[in-house]
Antibody, heavy 119, light 113 residues
Framework: QARLVQSGAAMREPGASVRVSCQAS????????LHWVRQAPGQGLEWMGR????????KYAQSFQGRISMTRDKSTGTAHMDLSWLTSDDTAVYYC????????????WGQGTVLTVSS | DVVMTQSPLSLPVTLGHPASISCRSS????????????LNWFHQRPGQTPRRLIY???SRDSGVPDRFSGSGSGTDFTLEISSVEAEDVGVYYC?????????FGQGTRLEIE
């Protein structure tokens, strides 16, 4: 069955960058967009952006413009989310989730990656 | 951005009783290019990953019990649970996938009273 497996927890200092990875399996990688969503402690869900695995095109939420990059590696079926200039407000669980035109967003999610930003 | 407003934010329910959550969007969620309304409902138990229950307003995901149902159109949507069970506790989110950026409701916390 389709699965998304994310990289492990990360701890960074303010001002640093982080890469979170999401490896797809059990389905054809290029048939689904990959989105990133985060959830700060005790808070709701926030959409960050998405990458099209077919061509690498991206869409980002305005609030992350300039410090976010989403890429994909078709050879390994992996999507990456890079976030730079981290602050304590970026402390959150980061999820990848797939989506497809017609059947919508979020039928399969990664397990989540905990990012802690602290000095 | 399209604002998704859920009510109530807290929902105490007796086991076996029905529950209903409302979600309103600030714009119509009908996608002009295909006529589909990209409105989803998710359930998140404490410490767990969100799970999609309903997509495109009323289509139930595989494995989701039939006590869950979605309805609505345009800007007004509802998630109903016909008979609440203990495993239904957690937070429910509506989410729109029609307009950029994708946006979620604030979440409705369902608890057993």
């Amino acid at each position: 069955q389709a699965r998304l497996v994310q990289s492990g927890a990360a701890m960074r200092e303010p001002g640093a960058s982080v890469r979170v990875s999401c490896q797809a399996s059990g389905y054809i990688f290029t048939r689904y967009f990959l989105h990133w969503v985060r959830q700060a402690p005790g808070q709701g869900l926030e959409w960050m952006g998405r990458v099209d695995p077919t061509n690498g095109k991206t869409k980002y939420a305005q609030s992350f413009q300039g410090r976010i990059s989403m890429t994909r590696d078709k050879s390994t079926g992996t999507a990456h989310m890079d976030l730079s200039w981290l602050t304590s407000d970026d402390t959150a669980v980061y999820y990848c989730a797939r989506a497809r035109i017609g059947s919508g967003f979020g039928d399969v999610w990664g397990q989540g990656t905990v990012l802690t930003v602290s000095s | 951005d399209v604002v998704m407003t859920q009510s109530p934010l807290s929902l105490p329910v007796t086991l076996g009783h029905p529950a209903s959550i409302s979600c309103r969007s600030s714009e119509s969620l009908v996608y002009p290019e295909d006529g589909i309304t990209y409105l989803n409902w998710f359930h998140q138990r404490p410490g767990q990953t969100p799970r999609r229950l309903i997509y495109n307003v009323f289509s139930r995901d595989s494995g989701v019990p039939d006590r869950f149902s979605g309805s609505g159109s345009g800007t007004d949507f509802t998630l109903e649970i016909s008979s609440v069970e203990a495993e239904d506790v957690g937070v429910y989110y509506c989410m729109q996938g029609t307009h950029w950026p994708l946006t979620f409701g604030q979440g409705t916390r369902l608890e057993i009273e």
